[in-house]
């Protein structure tokens, strides 16, 4: 029996080539394909499907990660590929914790959609072996640490110290040190700065 996939995808090349991928291969059957997650979600509601290859950044009120936290609440049972074109630092640690099994990164291609797709049904989690590497000035992004990168993401939402400190239950002081650290790795002259080349370079969308 071939697996029913539904795709969630606004672009519209990519999705098609999505499409193709799956009605090219005798493993896999296309049950939807979609511009928005909400119509995703919405199909996997009333529709069976072992698998949904899932966009983050995606018009509509939820975005991939919200919507394939949904679809996990939903049915457990359906596998999801998260692909994305971003950089952003946290969103693979996001897809984790969800419970999303494979994540694919259009701009790297270490291997194949549909190779990740079979990896994925034979019950393998597959995610980069490596992360993108962007350059934030005289930095990489692979050089930032995990709380520098929380308080980026935050940094790009224009919260002040006082409340980066409370949503991550530290210290304004240790905020203010990691800002710190993160303007003398990058050469950049303000906080501002850094959250407009965070943001540019897709290494921090918000939420």
Known sequence: MAYRVVIAEDFRMIREIFENAVNQSEDFVLAGSFNTAVK???????NPAELV???????????????????????PEVKIIIVTSMPELTYEKQAKEIGVESFWHKEIQEQSIIEIME?????????????????????LSTE????ETAILKELVEGLSN??????????????????S????????HSRL?????????GLAIGD
């Open 40 to 46: 995703a979600v919405e199909f996997i509601k009333d």
């Open 162 to 179: 006082k409340e980066i400190a409370e949503k991550l239950m530290i210290e304004p002081s240790t905020v203010k040190m990691h800002i």
């Open 181 to 188: 650290n993160m303007l003398q790795k990058t050469g950049y």
């Open 193 to 201: 700065e850094l959250a407009v080349q965070a943001r540019h370079h």
């Open 144 to 147: 930032f640490t995990e709380r």
């Open 53 to 75: 290859l899932m966009d983050v950044l995606i018009p509509g009120s939820k975005n991939g990660l919200d919507a394939a936290k949904e679809i996990k609440a939903l049915k």
């Open 119 to 139: 990896r994925t049904m034979a019950g393998e989690s597959v995610y980069p072996a490596v992360s993108p590497k962007v350059s934030m000035g005289n930095a």
